[in-house]
């Protein structure tokens, strides 16, 4: 079995172009990464200055490692330094965030917090729309939707759960929208004009314009602010920064072995938001039925990583089980029936678990044996009748005759005997050898009695003479 992350494969990607820049760092205008504080990891100088928000647990439980918003008056502001507004497309924002914003709109991000005027980029929670993600940016007109430019999503996310939300401008027309790394094709509104910045510093927490001043309400961590465009590899590498999100995994189990003509359902153990899933054989179902030996992988994709998983499936030898030919036993007597112990279980139609059943009564006995996960059944009909001493046999010019009064038997050779010497068997009601005579020894018109054990118990038996081991003649 073998179980690895495709987090690996971000990784991998970057290594191989290994003289790219580093997806985290290029173009980074700043970073918060809020493990204590709001400064800004970029070294750009974009600091923050938190007002009321608190430090709380970040998606790993980290304490103290993201901010917490009471959507009452918390917020953040950042020194609008080096680099902090861009004048060209494309920019992209990416960010960690679990709301429950109650109000119209949750401002996560503005990089110019003009007051009643739409200026510079924001990025949030429109909550008006449906609890889904905005990104938008102003020209520098009062607040209404001729003087912005905007995207919304058709996702909701103001659901009180971590998601990793991201965004591109590249320009009026031309956004981008992703939810745990999920491009979310989302709608363009707003007939704004170009993009414009006032002196303003940028906020995390609020947002003031003329219909009112909103408030973020949630959890905030890991912000960034790129003057470039992310790619899908980008997004990839920044979501599992600085470890892999969640437990993306999938476990197929151990080996198995299927029967021939038969089937087995591989059902792998998956533990994260699974949202898709890829069979070495082309099916995307989340189980596969399989009838063939052989490898079979499965691969998972919960919208940012892979996970995959491989087993084997080991076609079994084909196991039989046979019973005696249909047969009877004597009133009041009884017939035993012993499959050998070759097998894993046993499972009788009288509800006995054992290799070998006694009957005394008469009716139809089935059972059913399993070796290696393969099973195989047979039955016999029993029947019972009234038994009264053993059948003679006579095959000329040997004849057998039975004393049962003292448990004689008697052989004769006719008229025209060939000197032989032969063996007498004495068979059960199934072909079981019970008893064998010593060697006899047979010519013309001679006679030869020997006497059966007592110990045999009651039951049909043949006398059987024709075990011819030498002819004399």
């Known amino acids: 079995m073998k179980n690895n992350s495709l987090f690996l494969a971000a990784l991998l990607l970057i290594g191989v172009s290994a003289f790219a820049q580093n997806p985290l760092t290029d173009s980074l205008i700043a970073y918060y990464p809020f493990d204590g504080n709001a400064l800004d990891a970029s070294g750009n100088g974009n600091d923050g200055t938190v007002n009321g928000a608190t430090l709380t647990t970040d998606r790993f439980g980290n304490p103290n490692s993201a901010y917490k918003f009471d959507g009452t008056n918390d917020y953040i502001e950042y020194i609008a330094g080096s680099k902090f507004k861009p004048e060209t497309f ?26 009643n005027v739409y200026t510079g980029f924001i990025f949030q929670i429109q909550v008006t729309w449906g609890g889904v993600l905005e990104v938008h940016y102003g020209d520098g007109g009062t607040s209404n939707s001729y003087h912005r430019r905007s995207k919304g999503g058709l996702v909701p996310i103001n659901d009180n759960q971590w998601h990793f939300v991201a965004c591109v401008v590249r320009g009026p027309t031309d956004m981008d929208l992703f939810i745990d790394c999920n ?23 609020i947002y003031d314009v003329v219909a009112g001043t909103y408030y973020y309400k949630g959890a905030l961590d890991e912000l960034r602010f790129y003057d470039r465009e992310l790619t899908l590899n980008d997004l990839l590498t920044i979501h599992s920064f600085p470890n892999p999100y969640g437990t993306l995994s999938v476990a197929l189990g151990t080996d198995v072995n299927i029967c021939p003509g038969g089937e087995v359902t591989l059902s792998p153990v998956v533990t994260g938001d699974i949202q898709s899933y890829a069979w070495s054989n082309g099916a995307v179902s989340s189980s596969l039925i399989v009838d063939e030996p052989g490898p079979y992988w499965v691969s998972v994709f919960d919208g940012c990583s892979f996970a ?5 499936v080991i076609m079994s030898k ?48 089935e059972v059913t044996v399993e070796l290696n996960g393969c099973y195989a059944s047979d039955s016999v009909n029993v029947t019972q009748e009234i038994c009264d001493g053993i059948s003679e046999v006579s095959q000329h010019p040997i004849s057998l005759i039975y004393q049962p009064d003292n448990h004689i038997v008697e052989v004769t050779c006719g008229t025209g005997c060939n000197p032989q010497k032969i063996y007498v068997e004495l068979l059960n009601s199934i072909g079981q050898k019970v008893f064998q005579s010593d060697p006899i020894l047979l010519s013309d018109n001679t006679s030869y009695s020997f006497q059966l054990p007592d110990d045999i118990s009651n039951g049909v038996f043949i006398l059987n003479p024709d075990l011819a081991v030498e002819n004399l003649g």
């Open 90 to 115: 494309p920019v992209s924002m990416t960010a960690w965030l679990k709301s429950n914003t109650p109000s119209d709109v949750g401002t996560f991000f503005k990089n110019d917090n003009a007051i």
């Open 308 to 312: 995959y998983d491989t087993i084997n």
């Open 318 to 365: 084909p196991i039989s089980v046979y019973l005696p030919e249909d047969t009877m036993v004597c009133m009041n007597g009884s017939l035993l029936i012993d499959v050998g112990s070759f097998y894993n279980s046993y499972l009788w139609s009288t509800g006995e678990t054992t290799s070998s059943i006694l009957i005394t009564e008469p009716g139809v006995y």
């Open 183 to 205: 491009y979310d094709e989302g709608f363009y509104d707003g007939t704004g004009g170009e993009l414009v910045y006032t002196n303003a510093d940028g906020t995390s927490g």
